[in-house]
Structures are given as C-alpha cells and as structure tokens.
C-alpha cells in the first residue's frame, strides 16, 4: 500500500507524462496515460485494502477480511478521514464476535469519523445497541434504535429492529 501522499504525486507525475506525450503529438499515449492517472487518484479516496476487506466481509471470510485490515499500517496517518471511519467500522463488526468493549469503542470512532452510506451508519448504530441493551443500558439502546429506524430508509435492519424491542421488553 502506498500513502496517500504518494498517491497523489504518482498521479501528478503520470498527468504530466500524458501533458508531455500531447506536445509530442502523441494523442493516443497522453490519453492513455490520462486514464492509468485516474487509478491512483481513485485509490486515494478508497483504500484498496479497506475494499478488498469489504469483498471478505461480504463472503462471510472474516479471517480473510482481518488479514486484508491488518496490512493496513497507522490508520490514522495512512488514511483519510471517511476511510479511517470505514476502517473502524470493520474492525468492530469483526471484533463484535469476541469482545464487546473493543467493538464498542471501533463503533463510536467510526460513528464520530464519519461513514459515506446511512446504511452503514445504521448497521453501526444497530450494533452499539446491541452492546448497550446486553449492558442494560435501555435509554441509550432506545434512543439509538431511534436513530437507526430514520436511518433505515429501505426497511433491511426492520427484522433486527423489532428483535431488539422485544429484548427490551425482556428487562
């Protein structure tokens, strides 16, 4: 992986190349360097370990999915901001299995960073609730089913919403 900043010059210098092959009256050349320009650019904005970790994730590999976030060094100098959140993010739904208060603090840090689509900020939500109803903390869990039914505009979390209300209603 390089660093971000290393992205961007790599994309710099590859655009210069492409200026350079149009004053060569090299057209098809700087326009294929223009395209490979838009690689490196593109990977700045998403990590390609977060995504390939996400392909994992989606399989229901999360050994392979924490092999994938673990190449990924200081998270905090190496990514941007929404991707540190995302990086977070995974960590805590591989961490929730095993150990709830390490979940707990991925899950308020990717909250507080910040995640791109609501129905992650949802599933993030849902899953602090989760580990605030086990610790029968029922406001907290309350508010923030709250928060994950505006959320959850396409309906997908409904089922494991109304798990939770019932569980409530249990303590």
């Known amino acids: 992986m390089f660093h971000r900043n290393i992205k961007i ?3 710099v210098l590859i655009f210069a190349a492409a200026v350079w092959q149009f004053t060569e009256n090299n057209v098809g050349n700087g326009i294929f360097l223009i395209i490979i320009s838009l690689f490196p650019l593109a990977l700045y904005f998403r990590n390609e370990f977060i995504l390939l970790a996400f392909l994992q994730m989606r399989k229901q590999n999360f050994p392979g999915a924490q092999k994938w976030l673990a190449k990924i060094k200081n998270p905090e100098t190496a ?10 993010y995974l960590q805590g739904l591989m961490v929730s299995q095993t150990n709830l208060n390490q979940a707990e603090k991925f899950f308020k840090k990717a909250i507080e960073l910040g995640l791109n689509m609501d129905m992650d900020l949802a599933v993030a ?4 609730a989760g580990i605030a109803l086990s610790r029968r903390r029922k406001l907290e869990a309350t508010n923030l089913i709250n928060e994950v039914k505006k959320l959850d505009k396409q309906g997908m979390l409904k089922e494991q919403i109304t798990m939770m209300k019932e569980q409530m209603k249990r303590i």
């Open 9 to 11: 010059v790599l994309t």
């Open 79 to 88: 990514l941007i901001k929404k991707q540190q959140g995302y990086y977070n």
């Open 125 to 128: 939500k849902l899953n602090l």
